[in-house]
């Protein structure tokens, strides 16, 4: 009985703290897994009753019959680790926990999480939840749930399984992919992921023969290495995998009890961090429901230019409201006659002429995708512009649709074709603008940096340590001197910059730590005691005075979801008021990096914008490569580090200022 | 018989064209007001048959039988016109058009329709379309129409009415609301709007004692000012008007036939036309069928703070998919109990302990409004936390709710008690948020402008004159002196700036007609020498060189859709690339300016930003407000303007760079 059996086609269940009162949450597992029409065994246990809703009940897990593939725990309290040490005995290999109360709140219930854990694995028991709404298998007819969803009649089994760390969302995206017409195949509310997390639950579901598209809500990434593995597997199986993740605002994250952001903000990290592994990221809830038919059987498009939609409608208004958004995605539209960007066939075509136009634009190489757009007719007359859709010669370029009015047989009738449907034009742009921007995962470069030996291993750099470190990866530093303490000698030529040489002062501007643009010695002994008098006894940084076309800024970071990120943003106040930056995972190339700058809306200053002198921005992606290398250095030493400004030369480039924080 | 009778309460109608054959279109009319009962007389008119689906045909209008109130036109070519000759002789008050081929098709048609417009308005027949879909009343079983939609059985009534540029999204929106129990009063396909527009239509509903809300379908706006009286009449009226608005890209816009913007974008600019007149704009077309409730009986909230939101939930993840959306459009979240953004009754409230909850925080001042957000047990157990919302007390604050789950039945229970319900979390956010931002219509300021006397009414103003211009309206300008050709002579004391003085250079640091920084007069000699290589015989401009703490643009535009426009951003390339700007309709009060100033983030250089200097922002909001009464100009002379850069120092702003294009 290998793992995925007993947690998705298990032979026997046993339902702990089965209620015999029909309507309480606790008797929804039995009532479910009996209307779903269940195979196997259904073991109820409680404690109080001998017989639950027409079953025998048992006292205990130990006193049940038979061999049991899974227990579904739902009772209060300390009965839940009782319930686990039983599991134990009896070799049931799996234990999905309702029961709250632990992780989901606060310390001292996650203290007892571990505990339970941990005596679940010296016990040899798999464990889901706690706080798992439970799993559902369509095809499998198993309903081992409390979500209320599954009083449905007959769910449509599929081919897209779902893991979600919401566990209404199980419902939500099986009642409305249901109401619809699309099928599925697994459902699994992960809860608190004590043990089997969603990175696992995606390893097996793409080694499932009955999976073909992976769907995820996630309010948070628990362990982004493990996930970025499953992800590649679930690619290489040729399972693609769709994510919604909450934290587009701070509220969102903040209630998603993520980590908070730096300035590269945690959600751009994770858009970098899905890209990277190959999933795909959808923005609307609505399309992680109508998704999964665009992506079944398809592989990344990986596209190096706008993609190119072909747009064939029998209304103009309902074409529009779609092509305004793919628009704003920066998708543009493809049309055979160039005087307008949509193919309008309204009240003009048979349906056979319908499809031909459909099969035409799907041969032609004008065009990545081919999207119809039918109007009232889709709720009444599906034989005018929705059949001929299904009759469309359909290859590896994706034909979608979208029907204006309130039409969900036609939309069923669609799904049952595996014609990838959408009921908004938002959800219909996003789910395209997602598709086109999906990439294969990225093969990063291996190698590694040495850590240079005179340099800390703990703790703070200061900015000369912070500069050798840079130089040591490659980066172009400013020609620095340090000055000593009482005499501040320097043989550097004047004009410098002097700064005070401190590990602790973050924030030098403020702090009165920096003199720029210091003409003479006479002017530097000046400047320099003025520093003292706030930072007695320190020694000076003494640098060269460096100018530029302009500035970047060039930062690094472990995030604690998703790991090494690499930041290149516009310099000065820029990156920071316009959040105009670019991230990946690191390490990048340098190829990679120069379309991260690409991305850079301030740098345009330097791409010959408006006859201004032209940057050397080859140098700039030199650098991102060379800081991005952080990543390599053995045990991932530094936690966070900047170059802020590096400044950009018509030929060249040089780091002015730095900081870097290593790990504790 | 009223316009508004005739159009939506006709005694009797002629359907001309209507086929015998049911299965086309131009049987539908004949059908549909069948169908769903309508009560007057209904004559159908055709050439070719006595008798059209059992109804007795007459060959022509002419010979029509008894008093006709409107005619609902369907034949193609040139019978249109026919058609229209016999309303006027017949004394039929109201035409509707379906048939296209008029300005819908090219030069040639719209000379057709403007020629066939001014033969009805001499004839006094009032004309919807051509190319509209039709009329609906629903509560008067009025089904003038081809759209499919009417192949619905019993659509339900309601107060709420509708206005489409598309007449396909008159069948989405009847169809999608019916679908969830959201009922109609009026829906008007407007079609090419050749003499009947958007604008005379929201006149008349806001006189419909029928219609308390009006939602609108835009893909352009064709009368700006009509528009704008017509939205302040609704307002006056106590009737919301919201619009959904195609243009939100370029590629959109191109499709919305709509003019291309200039810097300002047209889209931005009817962000603030819609607001200043009291209207509510939606981004999503899902919230224009579901936000009715929310405004029905509402008035704006006039908030001067970001909105907060009460939001109670049965389930976490429901929840946060809207909060999270909340928050990207800054709406805070408000809790009694702090540590956690909503009030999450999972599974521990009973019925009364959840409207209570909600009865609490609808009385809370700390509140604007109360979310209602329901899990899976909205589909089958409605009475958990689906009626407990119905019960709560209502009043001025809104309470609405979004349901995760497939839940029609639940969306209709609530559309019945006018509750606002909402099925994506993303148009539930984008209409709370549409709400929380909707003002009441501004009053602007009354008022003249002078225009100077020496200046030209026409064409474009070389700059000195644009300067002059600007100071006469108040904003200070640079010292500036004309130095003449050929001896160039000036007063200003070096350093100065030199521009060669012409109306026709546009781009003047392209053209190489700028010296900045100029040291002397032997310095002015020779660059000027330089210029006038290019330049030859030119006239110069010179400049006391300014400089201040940051640079600003304010710009002028008349809009061609919504009139006039001022526009403040930052300096530099900033405001370019990064659309870093406000717009607001002008003229506006020093007031207004200082809000509209708020918004441009580059600003934030001078608010105090990393200790930066402040800058005089009162003086900036001056110069705004200064430039905005360019539309009080007698005749609205000024096409475009701009200052740029308007230098705003600590003390004081000052105007060194101006621009001014008047209309042709």
Chains 1, 2 share one sequence.
Request: charge should be neutral; hydrophobic fraction near 45%; include cysteine.
């Amino acid at each position: 009985m290998t793992l995925a059996q007993a947690l998705f086609a298990p032979r026997a269940v046993a339902l702990v703290g089965a209620s015999g009162d029909a309507g309480k949450n606790s008797a929804r597992p039995l009532r479910f897994l009996r209307k779903h029409g269940y195979a196997g065994r259904i073991v109820p246990v409680n404690a109080a009753r001998a017989e639950v809703l027409g079953e025998r009940a048992w006292p205990s897990l130990a006193e049940a019959p038979g061999e049991i593939d899974h227990a579904f725990i739902m009772t209060p309290g300390d009965s839940v680790e009782r319930a686990i040490e039983e599991c134990g005995s009896r070799g049931i290999p799996v234990a999905t926990i309702f029961s709250d109360g632990f992780a989901d709140s606060g310390a001292e219930g996650a203290a007892r999480e571990r505990r339970l854990v941990a005596r679940a694995r010296a016990l040899g028991v798999r464990v889901l939840g706690p706080n798992s709404m439970g799993v559902v298998d369509v095809p499998g007819r198993l309903a081992l749930t409390v979500n209320a969803v599954l009083e449905m009649d007959g769910p449509q089994s599929g081919t897209t399984s779902f893991v979600s760390q919401s566990g209404t969302m199980l419902g939500t995206v099986l009642s409305r992919g249901a109401a619809r017409g699309l099928g599925f195949s697994k459902l699994v509310s992960v809860g608190n992921e004590s043990d089997l997390g969603v990175a696992e639950l995606v390893e097996l579901l793409a080694a499932d023969p009955a999976t073909r598209v992976i769907l995820l809500f996630l309010e948070t990434v628990r362990d982004g290495a493990a996930l970025a593995r499953a992800a590649r597997a679930a690619h290489a199986a040729g399972k693609p995998a769709a994510v919604y993740k909450l934290g587009r605002s701070r509220l969102g994250a903040a209630l998603a009890r993520s980590h908070t952001g730096a300035l590269a903000g945690e959600d751009a990290a994770l858009d970098a961090y899905f890209r990277d592994c190959g999933m795909v990221r959808v923005d609307q809830l609505e399309t992680l429901i109508e998704i999964a038919p665009l992506l079944a059987g398809r592989t990344p498009p990986d596209l190096s230019r706008p993609a190119r939609v072909a747009v064939v409608t029998t209304t103009g208004g309902g074409a529009a409201s779609v092509v305004d958004r793919l628009g704003v995605s920066g998708i543009e539209t493809f049309a055979p006659d160039a005087r307008s960007p949509i193919v309008d066939l309204t009240m003009k075509a048979t349906p056979a002429q319908y499809t031909k136009a459909l099969d035409d634009l799907l041969a032609s190489p004008g065009c990545d995708g081919v999207l119809a757009v039918v109007g009232s007719s889709a709720q009444f007359h599906p034989q005018l512009a929705v059949e001929p859709i299904v009759r469309a010669k359909r290859g590896a370029k994706p034909l979608a649709a979208f029907f204006t009015p309130h039409a969900e047989a036609s939309l069923a009738l669609l799904a049952n074709s595996g014609v990838p449907a959408f009921r908004t034009p938002e959800s219909c742009a996003d789910a395209l603008a997602a598709f086109f921007a999906w990439r294969a995962p990225r093969k990063t470069a291996g190698g590694s940096a040495e850590w240079p030996r005179d340099l800390p291993k703990r703790g703070r750099l200061d900015e000369a340590q912070a500069l050798r470190l840079f130089a040591s990866l490659g980066v172009p530093v400013v020609e620095s001197e340090i000055a000593r303490s009482p005499a501040y000698e320097h043989a550097l030529a004047y004009p410098v910059a002097a700064k005070v040489l401190s590990p602790e002062i973050a924030h030098k501007t403020e702090a009165g730590a920096v003199r720029l643009d210091i003409p003479n010695r006479a002017a530097f002994d000046r400047e320099v005691k003025a520093m003292l008098a706030r930072h007695p006894g320190r020694d000076m940084l003494v640098q060269k005075m460096e100018s530029g076309l302009a500035e970047a800024i060039v930062g690094y970071r472990d995030d604690p979801l998703v790991g090494p990120i690499v930041l290149v943003g516009a310099g000065g106040v820029l990156a920071e008021i316009y959040r105009d930056f670019a991230l990946s995972v690191a390490p990048v190339s340098e190829e990679e990096a120069m379309a991260m700058i690409d991305k850079v809306k301030g740098f345009a200053v330097m791409r010959g914008y408006r006859n201004l002198p032209r940057g050397d921005l080859q140098a700039l992606a030199r650098a991102v490569a060379a800081v991005s290398r952080l990543a390599l250095v053995a045990g991932r030493r530094v936690a966070e580090a900047e170059i802020n400004p590096l400044m950009v030369k018509g030929d060249g480039a040089v780091a002015v200022d730095a900081f870097v924080a290593l790990k504790e």
